[in-house]
């Protein structure tokens, strides 16, 4: 569940406080009393949207690192009380050996209907997970969440507390400027994770919206605008490829140059094509080792034998008449550079991370609210250029040059995006351009072939 929902009125508030009433937490502290609600508010924007629908909800300490909103104990003690009086009850039987989580199927006829809620704002900032163990017969645990004496600063890189108040900046924006969903959900708040045990590893920003498709965020709002969505084309194979390969040009769409992609003759199958080698390029880049079979299935249909919803393999979702290798030799004889991915020296997630970082702190700077997915940013369609600036200048500030991305609008239509006169899109290429002194909503016309280049001087303050 998101851990970032309060009442948004009266009505909701009073409603909350009888259910708790209901739930006999009404001895608690006065200073305790508002995590209870938090937790109701959760759980209650959650079942909602889920009536009659399986969630799950971490029981653990680890999905509730510091500064989060509540508990594990407040969750424990709200979710013994919601299954007692028959808001929500136990499906089946989790296993940990097979890597599942507890279900629990929402009673839709419980969930009170006009309950509004709001984000309140409060939740980790920045949690630093321990290094994964490896348990035999069972999956990877993900690890616990350090507390903050066993958290060391990196030589060279930002502090913890630094990047704390990235977040805060970004978060106190955005709680001016919801993003809202064409559900009704609002969001408003980030955390980077990192992994590792270490602060140059992972780091990616993370909120509840990550849960909608693109579709669905394209028709959301942001303070009531409409948006747009930047995303950085192949943005692995082209952060591999700055590192290992030869710093060349990828193209616009590197991964349609593969021959499989290449070779087909009708859309959607190129489409489907195309989705696979870059599902299969990133199952690669993020494992260690060769991939020796297909990556996990990630859709899943309801099997009426079990009663249970399964998941689908990757080969029959893609409709894959070859296996494996056939493919991957096909990927490597377009990236050849992927054969060299221990040798990166650099964790491409924390990467693409700092990469984001930069571009999302110069907008704020600017008081232009922006919520990221990845390697793709989210901003109201009147900031448009001025996050594919700050996005160009961040990548040329970590690479030296530039790759293409593309925008995506509320209509639907996507477009690549024009590079600035000037930038360079290989590591190879020789110019210099001055961007200290100039203003980033007109990209298109920010750079001169006589300017000078003085990136370090770069202040948009």
Request: hydrophobic residues 35%.
């Amino acid at each position: 569940m998101d851990i970032v929902y309060e009442p948004k009125d009266e009505n909701t508030s009073e409603t909350l406080h009888c259910i708790l009433s209901e739930l006999g937490i009404v001895r608690v502290k006065s200073s305790d009393l508002q995590k209870y609600i938090y937790c109701l508010s959760d759980f209650f924007h959650v079942a909602s949207r889920y009536k009659e629908k399986l969630i799950c909800w971490s029981g653990s300490d680890s999905g509730y690192p510091r500064g989060s909103a509540y508990s594990a104990a407040v969750a424990k003690e709200v979710r013994d009380g919601l299954i007692q009086f028959g808001y929500i009850e136990l499906e089946g039987r989790f296993s940990v050996k097979k890597g599942l989580a507890q279900a629990y199927r929402v009673i839709g006829s419980e969930v009170p209907d006009k309950l509004h809620f709001k984000c309140h704002g409060i939740g980790p900032l920045v949690v630093v997970r321990e290094p994964k163990s490896k348990c035999y017969g069972k999956p990877d645990k993900k690890g616990k969440s350090l507390s903050r004496r066993h958290i060391k600063s990196i030589e060279g890189h930002p502090t913890l507390s630094d990047y704390e108040n990235d977040v805060d900046r970004l978060n106190k924006l955005n709680l001016q400027y919801p993003l809202v969903m064409p559900d009704g959900s609002e969001f408003v708040t980030h955390k980077r994770i990192f992994v590792n045990g270490r602060l140059d590893c992972g780091g990616r920003h993370y909120g509840g919206w990550l849960g909608y498709n693109e579709g669905e965020r394209l028709q959301a709002t942001i303070g009531g605008e409409p948006v747009v969505e930047i995303d950085l084309k192949a943005a692995h194979p082209n952060l591999l490829n700055a590192l290992v390969g030869n710093g060349q040009s990828l193209g616009n769409d590197p991964y349609q140059n593969i021959k499989f992609v290449k070779d087909s003759t009708i859309d959607g199958d190129r489409r489907r094509l195309r989705d696979v080698a870059k599902r299969l390029v990133s199952a690669f880049i993020c494992k260690d080792g060769a991939i020796v079979k297909f990556p996990v299935g990630v859709k899943s249909e309801f099997d009426y034998e079990s009663g249970r919803n399964v998941t689908i393999p990757f080969r029959e979702t893609y409709w894959l008449d070859h296996s494996v290798d056939y493919y991957m030799d096909q990927i490597f004889e377009e990236m050849p550079f992927l054969h060299q991915k221990e040798k990166a020296g650099k964790d491409l997630v924390f990467l693409e991370s700092e990469i984001m970082r930069r571009a999302t702190n110069n907008m704020v700077g600017r008081g232009a609210p922006c919520f990221l997915v990845h390697d793709c940013m989210l901003v109201r369609e009147g900031d448009k250029d001025l996050a594919v600036g700050y996005l160009y200048e961040s990548l040329f500030h970590h690479l030296g040059y530039v790759f293409p991305m593309d925008v995506s609008d509320s209509g639907g239509f996507s477009e690549l995006v024009p590079i600035p006169k000037g930038y360079p899109i290989s590591k190879y290429s020789t110019l210099i351009v001055n961007v200290t002194n100039s203003s980033w909503e007109d990209y298109h016309t920010l750079i001169d072939h006589n300017d000078t280049f003085e990136v370090d001087g770069f202040n948009v303050n």
